[in-house]
């Protein structure tokens, strides 16, 4: 039972273990679709086939009808995988419409096939023990203290026990970063995105929306509560929409968000922490999101509270924004980008790295509490939809009114139907550790400065020669880190090189200045988080974006977001 252990945190619903031999298959359930019977192991008719899931399959209902010869002994989303690889063997992956990690076992010939989604939104990690044995499971802490080697298993992909390697099973057009030439249509896109978003209503659970008063949080809400009713979900639960906001008193994010959840009439729950609530739960944070990372930490902590205080109120499931930036360039630093050529190149390797950010905020900072996130931005059709556009459409030209993802904000700017206020759908990008307030991340700075010499950053380059820290901040998250994870292969499996304001390192290679300002916040990217303000009041001078934007603008300070696992 050592799995069960270590991730009961992530499905407090139920614990199921299975052995045949030497394989040994665990799960800690989440239980969202059929709670009453999907329990797991999930098995085929005659229980060769067992397979343990973390995820939703959105499509499992039309994969049952293409598999009428077979019976199912749950309504669980998840009840399609075993029936699917006894059909179509390795090759059904790309059939799921979902997010997932699965490990299969077919014990009529004792091999295994272990795949994770396309883009990585569920965890997942790969071991190999002295012994030979080969371990899986949803975090790090299931591996570290049994494997000698341990690393990321990288998303869409699929691990074969018979080939004894991996493969890349997500080949879509974007992933060898040609240049798209299809004309930017918003009704194409929009539609496409509320596609998305419709398909993730698909719960037996109470569940509600994370609304940051940004503009992608705040399409997820318009869009789902534009479309929550006649679905099941409301049968079940009522047609008002819950939606949920974190943030230090007075924050942008608070402001906004609560001006937003009344516009759409959601029953709107207001969640405040404080700089020393923050920094208290810091060791608890990197604990149980299994990183270093600067950025990460710094958004996964309000997250992190705020997931507990959502699960209390009874919540099993939220659908989140997360993935925008990425796709649109929305990140402010993309306001130098040199050409359409290297913003699309730079918009697929913010994507290939998702699952060590964002989606690993996303997920294991909801898990910890038990609670599911789900991402909409990030469904596999919607992508290629948004990702074969000419990426001219995206650049970010002050001049015409095209600010930051201006392709998705004008996809959604209906004047007879409007999704949402004029100023909202047109607010600036705030990274969400710099939205729910400025001073969450002058607070951590100053706490880090109180705990790290100057004497040990001049030695931090003998102490951590991997992914040497440059920052006080970082060096505090890198001692906690390494007493939880000691091993190299978990500071192996951290992100490293250069950044500012959420960068790649290729990236930083736009302006000179940023190499001297190396910074994740969104702040960092000097010269465009104040004067993408002043490009905006300019423009509303003009006429070209509402005055009403400009009067919302928050406040501008001085430049300065269910486990399983198997042991074979």
């Not at 939205?435 to 004497?455: E, F, M, P, R």
């Amino acid at each position: 039972m050592f799995f069960l252990r270590w991730l009961k945190h992530r499905g407090p619903d139920w614990s199921g273990l299975y052995q045949c031999g030497d394989f040994y298959l665990s799960h800690q359930r989440l239980a969202i679709i059929d709670p009453a019977s999907g329990d797991q192991p999930l098995f085929n008719e005659d229980q060769a086939i067992v397979v343990t899931v973390n995820g939703e399959i959105y499509n499992h209902e039309e994969l049952r009808k293409r598999l009428p010869n077979h019976k199912f002994r749950t309504g669980s989303d998840c009840d399609v995988i075993a029936h699917l690889y006894e059909e179509y063997g390795e090759n059904f992956v790309d059939m799921l419409d979902g997010m997932f990690s699965f490990v299969l076992l077919d014990t009529r010939d004792n091999s295994f096939i272990v795949a994770r989604d396309a883009i990585g939104i569920t965890p997942l990690y790969i071991g190999w023990g002295l012994d030979g044995s080969v371990w899986i499971s949803s975090e790090l802490k299931g591996l570290n203290d049994d494997c000698e080697h341990f690393e990321c298993f990288p998303p869409g992909h699929l691990y074969s026990s018979k080939s004894g390697g991996l493969r890349r099973w997500y080949n879509p057009p974007w992933f060898c970063e040609a240049i798209p030439s299809t004309p930017y249509d918003p009704l194409v896109l929009r539609r496409a995105f509320e596609k998305a978003v419709i398909k993730r209503l698909m719960t037996d659970v109470p569940f509600g929306v994370l609304l940051s008063g940004g503009l992608d949080s705040s399409l997820v809400a318009a869009v789902t509560a534009r479309h929550l009713a006649g679905t099941k979900a409301t049968r079940q639960w009522g047609a008002q929409l819950h939606s949920f906001c974190v943030g230090l008193e007075n924050s942008p994010d608070l402001k906004a968000a609560r001006e937003v959840a009344d516009y759409l009439g959601t029953v709107h729950h207001e969640f405040h922490f404080t700089v020393q609530d923050g920094i208290d739960a810091i060791e608890d944070v990197i604990y149980h999101i299994e990183t270093y990372d600067v950025t990460t930490i710094r958004a996964s902590t309000p997250m992190f509270l705020m997931a507990r205080k959502i699960k209390a109120l009874g919540v099993k499931m939220v659908i989140s924004g997360e993935g925008s930036d990425e796709i649109f360039g929305g990140y402010l630093y993309f306001h130098k980008a040199p050409n359409k050529e290297e913003l699309h190149r730079e918009t697929c390797r913010k994507i290939k790295a998702l699952h060590q950010y964002d989606c690993l905020r996303a997920n294991k900072a909801t898990s910890a509490w038990g609670l599911e996130a789900r991402v909409p931005f990030l469904d596999k059709d919607f992508i290629n939809v948004a990702m074969a556009i000419d990426p001219e459409w995206k650049m970010i030209k002050p001049g015409q009114g095209h600010i930051e993802k201006w392709v998705l904000r004008k996809a959604f700017d209906d004047e007879e139907h409007p999704y949402l206020p004029k100023h909202i759908l047109y607010r600036q990008k705030e990274q969400f550790s710099d939205g729910v307030g400025y001073s969450w991340i002058d607070g951590l700075k100053a706490h880090a400065a109180q705990h790290v010499t100057d004497k040990m950053m001049q030695n931090a380059e003998h102490i951590f020669p991997h992914n040497t820290p440059t920052t006080k901040e970082a060096y505090y998250y890198r001692m906690i880190f390494e007493r939880f994870f000691p091993q190299n292969s978990a500071r192996l499996s951290v992100p490293g090189g250069a950044s500012v304001a959420c960068s790649t390192a290729k990236a930083v290679e736009w302006d000179a200045a940023w190499s001297n300002n190396l910074d994740p916040s969104g702040r960092a990217a000097l010269g465009v988080h104040l004067s993408a303000y002043e490009q905006q009041a300019a423009l509303a001078n003009a006429g070209v974006v509402p005055p009403k934007i400009i009067e919302t603008l928050p406040r501008m300070l001085e430049v300065s977001a269910s486990g399983l696992a198997i042991h074979s």
